[in-house]
């Protein structure tokens, strides 16, 4: 390949590159990679590419873009080249972000604090208390050792001349850390050689001290210290981030509905029991934490999380109220603030920033307005950037008097030409090396002597070689970023090397009640599926079959179980195949719960489960014809996934808690649709139906033990009593006991209500006597087996998932 490297990358005029001094001339810190570079075959080249892009599709590393039909499943974007730092470069930046890191939260403690910021006139009161983001209930809240930004990020860029800008700051939730140590897991074995000879800098350290500080920090009580990172949900843009940094730094995931105040505590709602949490890391923001003292319609947060916090209860970072800072008003007032504070100018700038809210401001920016960007003031706003230049007059008259009327709302800053870096072009017929606009978000996190610099970074690259904007939601990529050093390297690692004896984890308990629940949810789902699929299928059937105009018994009991409408039909048939087919049919609504339920388990779903699962809901609703014939197709493939995905649940889970109450929930729900089919047959009398076996899946088990039409006897003793046939009842109920056996051996005794009286009196069951249609024993023991698998359903959840005391859901005074 040698230098035909260079021989198409575009040479830059009016902004920086970070590869080239000159045209072909390489800056010094990148020559040995681009050595590595020139000494590769395309071949290697393109097979290191396709090791990045293998890596992040078996990682799972996702980035949600909003408007990508791909939505949560759209990989994560990582560039084959790294970006480099020079040591004595990254020297200054580190000192320069350490020390806005420190400024902001100053700033912070005054502003929640005395406010002399503002007393002083460093700050003007309509930027503070104008904000969205200043919450008025955290004034004069104490947070533990004084610090309100536990992480804190800053979006750099480069000026033409090289040197660095501050383009804005991430106070509130902080996102990307953990993207940036994905991207350094995969890079790093990529290019393994050149990242061990040009000692690069390793990320570990940092996330240390991010855990040590928070424990450090953390209220004392109730056990060790535990920290937790608090998500919105598999639904956030950032979503795997979140997951990963979990296990990274082994904190519990866990949602607002995964936590509960009492007596002024946060704790864990845990499969165990009730756990005391010290501190949380948010990635949620400010507004949505307490739903009673901030955001009322928030469903995300923790009511009386603020309460806790203020009583000195529980850590929170980022401190509540921390999005304040992340307005681009508050740039152009840094280089005061920073002399006042902390008695030094501020080390790096920020772009030139206008806040328009001053009337010198508004006037300025109005008379520079084609050569600047204007920005909404706060974040809350929801108003678009717009770049002065590319407006004609009638846009720019139209602009000019929005920023008259609320000046306030606005801010203006400098257009300028940002950094250009080397990227790996595959798009074209041959692969080459290309340039794109570069931006780097740097990270900082409170330490015991204050604010440590991550040495790297999450480089962020445009999508298009003159993007004038570089954002991930418009299609960005991502680059490791390399910080060099002239010393040795710290190969500190919170990646176990080796794990000993005493290290080994076996399935336990250690599972949130949120997640158990979900787990259980998911088990009633396939089996609801699964059990709708089968009687759809056995209805159309039927109903092609049969000349009687008269309902059916599986009518009946389809509208029984939801999958017809309680009032009759004019045409059954067609009420059957839109069942099947229809995208608001009963089975497609099924599906998409299935699905719901799915995706919160992300986490712990394998590939090849979320194929099954994807297909289903992809193909539910969208027959090009109802019919029955293709109505029974569809209810084919159907009944072929939920066996698939028993298979996996069979074969592919361990046997812990999890796997335990997903099987209780497919025991219930199977135990609870066999005890109504069976009334239903029983009631109507007649021949055994032939259908009833199909239901349970027992056609071929029948078959091969009587060479016979299906007649009661038989038939009730393989679907009632037969302890061996999986779908039979007995095989429910029994299989309930032992799983509740198992639960009180670990959490003490658990109220299973009426089972395992209807379970003694299941086996009690005489063939002789009470295996026929007339047997009021057989009839009313089905009903006492269906109404015990719905209290143990609810009994489950008050003990294992809303931790709620069962008197709240009897009724009774609770003192």
């Given at each position: ?73 759209r990989p994560w974007e990582l560039d084959l080249l790294p970006l480099v730092i020079a040591a004595d470069e990254w020297a200054q930046i580190s ?278 960007v204007i920005k909404p003031a706060f974040p809350q706003l929801r108003i678009e950037s717009v770049f002065g230049a590319d407006l004609d007059r ?280 066999m005890c109504t089919a069976l009334r239903h047959a029983l009631a109507a009398g007649g021949e055994a139906p032939d259908w009833l076996l199909e ?121």
């Amino acid at each position: 390949m040698a230098r035909s490297l260079l021989q198409h990358y575009p040479h830059a005029t009016t902004r920086y590159d970070e590869l080239l001094s000159a045209p072909g001339t390489l800056r010094p810190h990148w020559a040995a990679l681009f050595d590595a570079f020139e000494s590769a075959s395309r071949v290697q080249m393109q097979d290191r590419l396709a090791s990045v892009r293998r890596q992040i599709r078996e990682n799972g590393v996702t980035y949600n873009v909003y408007a990508d039909p791909r939505g949560v499943e759209r990989p994560w974007e990582l560039d084959l080249l790294p970006l480099v730092i020079a040591a004595d470069e990254w020297a200054q930046i580190s000192s320069a972000v350490a020390q806005r890191a420190e400024l902001l939260n100053r700033i912070l403690a005054d502003v929640y604090g005395p406010q002399q910021m503002l007393v002083e006139g460093l700050l003007p009161p309509a930027l503070i208390h104008g904000h969205a983001g200043f919450l008025r209930p955290c004034h004069g809240l104490k947070v533990p050792g004084g610090i309100h930004l536990h992480l804190y990020a800053a979006d750099l860029a480069r000026s033409p001349d090289g040197g660095w800008w501050v383009l804005a700051d991430r106070t509130q939730a902080p996102s990307g850390a953990g993207y940036s140590l994905e991207n350094r897991l995969v890079i790093s074995r990529v290019f393994s050689e050149q990242f061990r000879d040009l000692h690069v800098e390793h990320l570990a350290g940092f996330f240390a001290t991010l855990r040590d500080t928070l424990a450090q920090h953390a209220p004392e009580g109730d056990g060790p210290p535990l920290t937790v990172l608090l998500t919105p949900g598999p639904y956030n843009e950032t979503y795997f981030e979140h997951a990963y940094l979990a296990r990274y730094l082994g904190f519990p995931l866990v949602e607002g509905s995964d936590l509960l105040v009492r007596d002024g505590k946060v704790w864990l709602k845990h499969l165990s029991g009730l756990r005391r949490v010290h501190a949380i890391v948010r990635r949620l923001d400010d507004d949505f934490c307490d739903p009673l003292e901030l955001r009322a319609d928030s469903a995300l947060g923790v009511p009386g999380l603020l309460d806790a916090a203020r009583r000195g209860q529980v850590l929170i970072a980022n401190a509540l109220g921390s999005n304040l800072l992340e307005s681009g008003a508050l740039l152009g007032f840094l280089p005061r603030l920073c002399e006042r504070l902390l008695g030094e100018p501020l080390a790096m700038p920020s772009l030139a920033t206008w806040w328009c809210g001053e009337e010198a401001a508004l006037e300025d920016a109005i008379a520079k307005l084609d050569h600047l960007v204007i920005k909404p003031a706060f974040p809350q706003l929801r108003i678009e950037s717009v770049f002065g230049a590319d407006l004609d007059r009638r846009e720019r008259a139209a602009l000019i008097a929005r920023m008259r009327a609320r000046p306030h709302h606005y801010v203006a800053q400098e257009l300028v030409q940002l950094a250009q870096a080397p990227v790996w072009d595959d798009s074209g017929p041959a692969p080459r090396l290309g340039a794109r606009t570069v931006g780097l978000r740097v990270f900082a996190c409170a330490g015991p002597e204050g604010y440590r610099v991550m040495p790297g970074g999450l480089a962020r690259v445009a999508p298009e070689a003159q993007a004038r904007v570089i954002a991930m939601q418009r299609g960005g990529a991502s680059k490791d970023t390399w910080v060099l050093t002239d010393g040795a390297v710290d190969t500190f690692s919170l990646l176990r090397r080796t794990v000993g004896p005493s290290e080994l984890v076996r399935a336990g308990s250690n599972l949130s009640s949120r997640m158990v629940e979900n787990l259980f949810w998911f088990g009633r789902y396939c089996e609801r599926c699964d059990n709708a699929a089968r009687l759809l299928r056995a209805a159309i059937a039927r109903h092609i079959e049969s000349d009687d105009s008269g309902e059916s018994v599986l009518i009946r009991l389809c509208r029984t179980t939801g999958q017809l409408a309680p009032v009759g039909d004019d045409d059954p048939g067609g009420a059957l195949c839109d069942a099947a087919l229809a995208r608001d049919g009963a089975l497609s609504a099924l599906l998409h719960q299935l699905s719901a339920v799915a995706f919160s388990l992300r986490e712990r779903m394998s590939i090849d489960n979320w194929r099954v699962i994807s297909r289903l809901v992809e193909t539910a609703g969208r027959e090009p014809e109802v019919s029955p014939g293709a109505a029974l197709e569809h209810l084919d493939r159907c009944v072929q996934a939920m066996m698939t995905l028993s298979g996996f649940a069979l074969d592919g889970m361990t046997r812990d808690q999890g796997w335990r109450f997903l099987s209780m929930g497919r025991r219930i729900e199977r135990l609870q649709f066999m005890c109504t089919a069976l009334r239903h047959a029983l009631a109507a009398g007649g021949e055994a139906p032939d259908w009833l076996l199909e239901l349970a899946d027992s056609t071929i088990t029948y078959r091969s033990r009587y060479m016979t039409r299906p007649q009661w006897l038989p038939v009730l003793d393989l679907l009632v009593s037969d302890e061996t046939n999986p779908r039979s009842i007995a095989y429910q109920a029994l299989g309930l006991s032992d799983y509740l056996a198992r639960l009180a051996a670990q959490f003490g005794a658990i109220d299973a209500g009426t089972l395992p009286d209807a379970v003694a009196e299941l086996l009690a069951l005489r063939p002789e006597q009470d295996l026929h249609t007339g047997s009021e024993r057989l009839a009313n023991l089905l009903d006492r087996l269906a109404s015990a698998a719905y209290a143990l359903s609810e009994q489950l959840g008050l003990r294992f998932f809303s931790h709620a005391d069962p008197r709240w859901a009897s009724g009774a005074d609770l003192p």
